[in-house]
Structure formats: structure tokens, C-alpha cells
């Protein structure tokens, strides 16, 4: 009664041909190239390979066929069944479109004690009725947030500087939490403030309330207080003292910073990055500057070239990766979003790169006078009279209203990479995103000219760096990546992984 | 040791029977349930009167009770659960004091892997064997640790296959079942929907896959179709919320694209609650089909050790089964976990001058005619 065995050719379907799947490739260097399918499963290659596969002379049994079929590039008679799979990591890596508009960003005043080269919109002055959010503003914006269908709401309390407006804060606060409640959402809130007018009730406030901080740090005080001009000149000082004020009472894991470049910061990469270090953070964002508002007028004083950031940004990586190799964990924010797109079947809850574009769908802005707009750039463009991407406002429409405006709808024709020119067949496309607001900022058109983007060169570049440096064979960059990724340290990740401790 | 023996029967049943076996004499409203074991001819027939059946530990039975005559029964104790066969066949069915006791759902199976270490029958035992199944857990007394349901392929005894797991829930519903399975059945989402619906409250499945390319998964499981079945059966599995293992066995067919595999786990089926990586055993199928098997364990570390890498520091939890130490490479160790079931563990005699030995998981009983040729006693090395 034994039964028989068949070898391993009896189990090939006899048809040697096979059909493509969707994917895309390009070009790394003179030697290899990647190919990415639709969900961001890739195969980097010899020059030659692509070609190979689509000319469909790929020999049925070997290796490099087995890798492709395996990733859903092509597909063959002796494995047809996987479309569906394909389709469940494909809503796997969309998933943050899940329950639409989640991060709501208020501004709660224009108002702003700096006077910094880049900001988008601040002003000074002491008038508080103005350019403060009233309390019907307020209650309307709340009643507009709480009706995204997410489950998961972000509220970020933004300026000007917020914490001049701190009876608007409390306000805004209080009306969501007691929504949030009643709505059974979970509201996670967090204050973008340059702290220099933080007290101690403040902080008491903030940790009642969960909140958490997010600030500006440009780097060591030379260049911090260069970008960042207060009368007294002291930024730097006032800054750094309050982070650590901010980190005794609230923790060191609720207070963050980002970084703007500046045309000043352009060849002091690493002594920005050392001060992250000196200030004991572990992530840092290096940002190029935003082509927005008082940026683009002053352009000539704070702005550069994309190449010089570029240029900029990889010296800061290696920085970066070897203070890591050192055994201080440091995360830098892009390639973390980036890697996160290129070596899990997730997505990231990143705005400013999604496809489709955040704008609306997944970001809000509320402005302190109830104007809502599809991204906080889209704020900036209307303080410089661009009204584009204003959706309403609080006072006058419905939620329903401000998806059917014709600003969201000539956007959402916008936001999807898959239907831009040069984007359709680019090989990053599942690690990219689409910005109109940006394309149209930056060049009059919302779906933008690739060759000629600033947006395109910097993700086109940095994501083929990044590929050299997964594809480099270094374990130990790898693991420092991986480490990223998953919010944990290397040392983390050495006891996780092969080690002999 | 011993989970069989055979005696001559004394035919008065036709039909199995299972039972809880006694060595002690019991008052006669206490038999019901059980199979006493003892010298039948030192006791008066009312003495014997009761009982489920008799096993003579002495001379031949020939009473009026079901009874065999065992030839060998010293393994036999007070509290396991066997079941005697007309033909006298004994089988130990579950030891109280193990915590690897399975239920043998069937001996049927729809793949017929190259390596099977329990190659299936083409006989229809699947009645026969989900009453002794119910019957054995009714005679349970003591919630387990932990039971596997395994076979054979157990969901070849479709929904008969829940009445199994919902006696094991009512019962004993702090007992974690792991059931191993090849998947294939689950691709139906209405299979895998009724076993959900069951919300058995602490069970896992095991599930093969043997490469990230369908054509060696079929072969390894000489089925064709049979990877797209099981990838489709574990994607529902995870759909319907059940708990989902990753079972791999290393030999010569799966060594090659091991570190595919582990990246086609990770992309694919990254919800496995855990992974494991095992050594080939040396029995069933296997010793048949060992030429296209057989690698040295000690010739595929370093797939092993890419395998484990790009699967840990990715955060899934991996294990590594049924390797050696002296084998295994050392940044490898802390994934290696003892887990050869008691009755079948083995080591050998290079293992007596060890200083590892209670950290190795050793060997299975079968592996004395075949083993790396790499292993060694090793001196303990001092921590760094």
C-alpha cells in the first residue's frame, strides 16, 4: 500500500510561459538596477534584468524565476491562486488611508515671540483678538475634527507659537477631550511650540493631559540662533533650557524636535547632529526647508539648491549611521519613513509623502479665523494670497462640504502617483507620495513636472541611496535600519537577532 | 520509551476499547472507566468483575471480561490512558505526567511529504477514531498543560474535527491546544470560519511551508497545488483571528532558498506568532527518500543563521528544533529549544563527556543510525 513518490520536475507546470504582474524598475547605478511591484517588493539586479523578465527569457526553474514568482512579479500555471494575497498586502500597505482624516492640526494663534528667515506666517504683535482663535472658532473646529470617521485622532495644537494662546489651548483641549469621550475615539494630542514661554503650570497642564511636545532645535547655538532670531538673541539657550524642564516633568520619550536647513546649516551637518546627540535625543529629521510663505521671499538668504541638500543629507547619514555603529541609537526620521515603505509590508502614517496625498484626506488644518485648509502648506500659500487649497470653513460649511469643494476634488485628481506623468512608471513609486500643494507652490501646476521638481530629485535620490545601502551587504547597517524601523535600539536588535551573548 | 505493546487478546471484544488503566485492585463502582493491570489469576472472578477491560500481568486471561495478556507492560502506570485492540495491540493514548500528549485525530492524509516521520494510511479510520478521541477526553481527569492535536492531516476529519476541539474546550478550557495541520483545508473560509466560530480560548496551529517557490513546496509535499492551498489557508486562518505557526524542516530539498523563505514569511504571512526551523527526523518516509534529503546539518549554518536573521531582526519569533549544540552555530544557540518530546529523546554516547549537555536538546531515538557528522562533546566556555 505504499504510495509513490514523483520528483520535483512533476510538480512544474509543463508550460513554460508565464504572465507579467504589475511592477516598475529603474536604474540604481552602472551596474544594477531594482524592480518594484505594486506593493514595494523588490529585486535589485544586474543591468539585463529587467529586460530578462519582461522579454519573458527567464529560464522556468531557476533561481531568479523562483525570486520573482515568489514576490508576485510574474505568474505561471504552477501557482495562480495568489492574486488574492497580492491584495491583502496591497490594503496592507494602504492602510493608513483607513478612516480617513486623522491628524488635525489647529492653529490656535498666528501670534510668535521669533521672528525666524523660514517661518511660513507668524506674526508679532501683542493683539490677541486678532490673530487668536475665539472660543465659536474653536467649538466648530472641534464639532469638524470629531466627525472624521477615524478612530484614532491626532490633534496638534501649532502657531505661531501655541502656548501665547494658552486660554485657547485649554479650550480646544477641553472640548475634545469631552468629545473624544462621548465619541469613544482615542485622541492623541501634541503641542509644536519653541517652549521659550513654557512655565511649569504649563508642563503640569500638558502632562494632565497626555500631551506631548514637539519643538524646533536647528542645531548647536550658532546656527540655532542664526535661524531662529529673537530680540535677546538667546533661541539656543532659552530652548535647550526648556527641553530639559519639559523632559523632568512630562519624560524624555514626550518631548521631540525637529530641524529646519538652512542655507546656514548646509555645511555644518554633523555638528547639528552631534548637538541632537549633546541633548540626548534619538531621532532626528533633516529637513530641507519648505517652499512656503516667508521662505520663498527670502529664497535668496535661507534657501539652496537641492543638490546642496542632498549633499547635506547623505554626510548626515553616515554621520548618523556611525554614531550608531558607536552604540548611541539615532534615528533619522526620513529614511526611517522611507525604510519603513521598502522593507515591511506596512505603510506610514507620514503626510507629506502618501499616495494618495495626505491633503485632506489624512490632514487637516484649522486656521485661528476657521478657514480650513488641506495641509498646513496650503495655510502658508493663503497668508501670501493663494487660496487654492482653502476647502471652507468652519462657520459656513459641513464636513460634507469640504469633501465635495472644488478645491478637494480638483486635489484629489491630484493625489494619486499612480496617475501622474513620470510617476505612473517610476520604480519608487510605492515608497513615494504625491503633493500638489507643492507641485503647484512650487511650479503653477498641481500635477507638476517631474524632471524639473525639487520633490522628485530629493525622494528619487535619497530612496537609490538607500537602496546602495541595504543592497551593500553591511549586517550591521541593516540592522541599525531595522532597529529604526521598529522603534528599538541596535543593542535591542543584537539580542533579537544571531549573536553569541 | 514505550508507548506500545502487544499481547495475545483473549476475544471478548470486537471492538477497541479505551480505558484508564489500574494497577491497584478498585471497588467495584469505580471499574467502569478502566483497564486493570495485575495478575489476574491471584484474584477471585468477582474481584475482576467491572472493569473496562483486564490486562494480565501474569499468565494468559481467559475470563468472561475483555482482557489481554500483555507481554510487556512495565511502562504501563496507574492513570494512562491506552487503548487495547482486539488484534491485542496496546497504545498508551496519554501519560498524566507528560506535557507531550497528543490526540491522534487520523492516520489519513492528502499530502504524502517526502519526509513524513508518520506516513499516512489509505484506510478510512476517521469514525473509529473521533470516538476514541471524545472518549479519551472524557477519561481525562486533570486539565493538561498543553495537548497537540496531530495525525495524519487532522482536518481530514471535517467537521467531526470540531466536535474534538469543542469537547477539548469545555472540558479543559485552560489547556493550550496546538494543532498541527498542512493548511491545505483552511483555504475553504467557510471551514476556517466554523473553526473560529468554535473561540477555542487558547490554540495555535502549525502549519508547514517549505519554500517561498510553489513547485519545491509541492514536490516536498508531493501535491501539486498544494502550496497555494496552504498560503490561502494560513491567510484566512489569520483573517478569522486564529493563531498561526510557521513550521519549516530543514534538508537538502529546503536548504537552497531558506533566507527566500524567510523573507517570503516575513512579507507575507508576518502575522506567525512564531516560526519554527527544524531538523530533519530520521524515520517514517524519511530513510526512504534520503538521498535527495540528506545534508549535514553542519554544511547549512550559515542558510540557517541568514534565515534566522532576516527573521528575528525583523521581530518574528523564531526557534530553531531537534539541532545539537556541537552542531549548531554558536550565535545560533539561543534560538535552539529542547523540543523533542520525552518519550522520544534521545543522546548519544559522544554526548557523556559534554559540558553542554543540559542546555542540548539532544537527539530523537532515531537518530543513533544517522546524525551529523560534526558532533561532539564541548567544553563550556566561560561567559565574556
Excluded at chain 2, 7 to 36: A, K
Aim: include cysteine; proline fraction near 4%; charged fraction near 20%.
Amino acid at each position: 500500500m505504499a504510495r509513490s513518490f514523483y520528483p520535483a520536475e512533476a510538480y512544474r507546470d509543463s508550460d513554460p510561459r508565464y504572465q507579467l504582474l504589475p511592477f516598475r524598475f529603474l536604474r540604481l547605478d552602472d551596474k544594477q538596477e531594482v524592480l518594484v511591484n505594486e506593493v514595494g517588493e523588490f529585486v535589485v539586479g544586474p543591468i539585463g534584468t529587467a529586460r530578462t523578465l519582461i522579454t519573458k527569457t527567464l529560464t522556468s526553474g531557476s533561481d531568479l524565476y523562483s525570486t520573482f514568482k515568489a514576490r508576485q512579479f510574474l505568474t505561471d500555471g504552477s501557482s495562480s491562486q495568489l492574486i488574492d494575497l497580492l491584495a491583502t498586502k496591497y490594503r496592507t500597505k494602504h492602510s493608513f488611508i483607513d478612516g480617513f482624516t486623522k491628524l488635525h492640526i489647529f492653529v490656535v494663534t498666528l501670534r510668535c515671540d521669533h521672528s525666524c528667515q523660514y517661518c511660513q506666517v507668524s506674526r508679532q504683535t501683542a493683539d490677541k483678538s486678532a490673530f487668536d482663535m475665539n472660543p465659536a472658532t474653536a467649538a466648530k473646529a472641534v464639532d469638524l475634527m470629531m466627525e472624521s470617521p477615524a478612530k484614532e485622532i491626532t490633534l496638534e495644537l501649532q502657531g505661531g507659537e501655541p502656548l501665547l494662546a494658552f486660554d485657547v489651548i485649554r479650550l480646544v483641549v477641553g472640548l475634545a477631550e469631552a468629545k473624544a469621550k462621548a465619541l469613544k475615539k482615542d485622541l492623541r494630542i501634541v503641542v509644536t511650540t519653541n517652549l521659550a514661554n513654557v512655565t511649569n503650570d504649563i508642563l503640569l497642564y500638558l502632562k494632565e493631559h497626555h500631551i506631548r511636545v514637539s519643538t524646533s532645535l536647528d542645531g548647536p547655538a550658532a546656527i540655532h540662533n542664526a535661524n531662529r532670531p529673537r530680540p535677546e538673541n538667546n533661541s539656543y539657550e532659552l530652548t535647550t533650557e526648556n527641553i530639559a524642564k519639559a523632559r523632568r516633568i512630562l519624560g524624555n520619550d514626550q518631548v521631540a524636535a525637529l530641524m529646519t536647513t538652512t542655507h546656514v546649516s548646509l555645511e555644518h551637518v554633523e555638528d547639528i547632529i552631534d548637538e541632537y546627540v549633546r541633548q540626548e535625543f534619538h531621532s532626528i529629521f533633516l529637513r530641507p526647508i519648505s517652499p512656503y510663505g516667508f521662505a520663498v521671499r527670502t529664497k535668496r538668504k535661507t534657501g539652496y539648491e537641492i543638490d546642496a541638500f542632498l549633499k547635506f543629507y547623505k554626510t548626515g547619514l553616515a554621520h548618523i549611521l556611525n554614531l550608531n555603529r558607536q552604540g548611541y541609537d539615532l534615528a533619522e526620521v526620513y529614511a526611517k519613513i522611507l525604510l519603513t515603505k521598502i522593507l515591511t509590508p506596512y505603510g506610514t502614517g507620514y503626510v507629506d509623502l502618501q499616495s494618495p496625498a495626505g491633503a485632506g484626506i489624512n490632514v487637516l488644518v484649522y486656521n485661528y479665523d476657521g478657514d480650513v485648509y488641506a495641509t498646513d502648506e496650503a495655510r502658508m500659500l493663503a497668508e501670501m494670497g493663494d487660496f487654492t487649497f482653502r476647502l471652507g470653513n468652519v462657520h459656513r460649511n459641513s464636513r460634507k462640504d469640504l469633501f465635495t469643494s472644488d478645491e478637494f476634488l480638483n486635489l484629489a485628481a491630484t493625489a494619486c502617483n499612480q496617475s501622474l506623468t513620470a510617476c505612473s512608471d517610476c520604480a519608487f513609486q510605492a515608497f513615494c507620495g504625491s503633493d500638489p500643494v507643492y507641485n503647484h507652490s512650487t511650479q503653477h501646476d498641481m500635477f507638476g513636472h517631474r524632471p524639473s521638481s525639487d520633490f522628485c530629485k530629493r525622494n528619487m535620490e535619497v530612496i537609490k541611496h538607500l537602496f546602495q545601502l541595504i543592497t551593500s551587504g553591511d549586517k550591521e547597517v541593516m540592522r541599525i535600519f531595522l532597529a529604526w524601523i521598529q522603534n528599538v535600539g541596535l543593542a535591542d536588535i543584537n539580542k533579537m537577532a544571531p549573536s553569541c551573548v | 520509551m514505550r508507548l506500545t505493546t502487544s499481547g495475545i487478546s483473549n476475544g471478548r471484544f470486537n471492538r477497541p476499547i479505551v480505558g484508564r488503566i489500574s494497577r491497584e485492585p478498585l471497588p467495584l463502582d469505580s471499574r467502569r472507566d478502566v483497564v486493570f493491570l495485575g495478575d489476574t489469576s491471584a484474584l477471585a472472578p468477582e474481584s475482576l468483575l467491572g472493569y473496562r477491560a483486564l490486562i494480565s500481568s501474569t499468565g494468559r486471561y481467559s475470563g468472561e471480561s475483555p482482557g489481554i495478556s500483555a507481554v510487556n507492560h512495565e511502562h504501563l502506570l496507574t492513570g494512562d490512558i491506552v487503548a487495547l485492540d482486539p488484534s491485542g495491540f496496546v497504545r498508551t493514548l496519554y501519560r498524566p505526567a507528560s506535557d507531550h500528549n497528543i490526540v491522534f485525530a487520523t492516520g489519513r492524509c492528502n499530502s504524502n511529504c517526502l519526509m513524513c516521520s508518520q506516513p499516512p494510511k489509505d484506510v478510512d479510520d476517521t469514525d473509529a477514531m473521533v470516538s476514541r478521541n471524545l472518549e479519551l477526553i472524557r477519561l481525562i481527569d486533570n486539565p493538561p498543560k498543553r495537548l497537540v492535536i496531530t495525525g495524519g492531516e487532522p482536518t481530514l476529519l471535517g467537521e467531526r474535527l470540531f466536535t474534538i476541539i469543542e469537547a477539548l474546550r469545555d472540558k479543559f478550557p485552560t489547556t493550550y491546544v496546538h494543532m498541527l495541520s498542512n493548511g491545505r483545508t483552511f483555504a475553504w473560509p467557510s471551514y476556517t470560519a466554523k473553526l473560529a466560530a468554535l473561540r477555542h480560548p487558547d490554540f495555535m496551529l502549525g502549519i508547514p511551508v517549505y519554500s517561498d517557490d510553489p513547485v519545491i513546496h509541492d514536490y516536498v509535499v508531493q501535491a501539486k497545488g498544494a502550496f497555494d492551498q496552504t498560503v490561502l489557508g494560513i491567510q484566512q486562518l489569520a483573517r478569522f483571528g486564529l493563531r498561526v505557526e510557521i513550521r519549516v524542516v530543514l534538508h537538502a530539498v529546503t536548504i537552497p532558498r531558506l533566507a527566500y523563505l524567510a523573507e517570503y514569511i516575513y512579507r507575507n504571512l508576518t502575522f506567525a506568532e512564531h516560526v519554527a526551523l527544524m531538523g530533519l527526523e530520521n524515520i517514517g518516509y524519511a530513510p526512504r527518500n534520503m538521498k535527495s534529503l540528506w545534508i549535514d546539518p553542519a554544511d547549512y549554518q550559515s542558510e540557517l543563521e541568514d534565515a534566522v536573521e532576516i527573521l528575528s531582526s525583523r521581530g518574528m519569533n523564531v526557534s530553531i528544533y531537534n539541532h545539537q549544540l556541537c552542531v549548531l552555530r554558536r550565535s545560533l544557540w539561543k534560538f535552539s529549544r529542547k523540543s523533542i518530546s520525552d518519550w522520544k529523546n534521545i543522546y548519544l554516547k559522544a554526548c557523556d563527556a559534554c559540558q553542554e549537555k543540559d542546555r542540548c536538546g539532544g537527539f530523537f531515538q532515531w537518530a543513533d543510525k544517522l546524525h551529523s557528522a560534526q558532533i561532539r562533546p564541548l567544553v563550556r566556555q566561560a561567559l565574556s
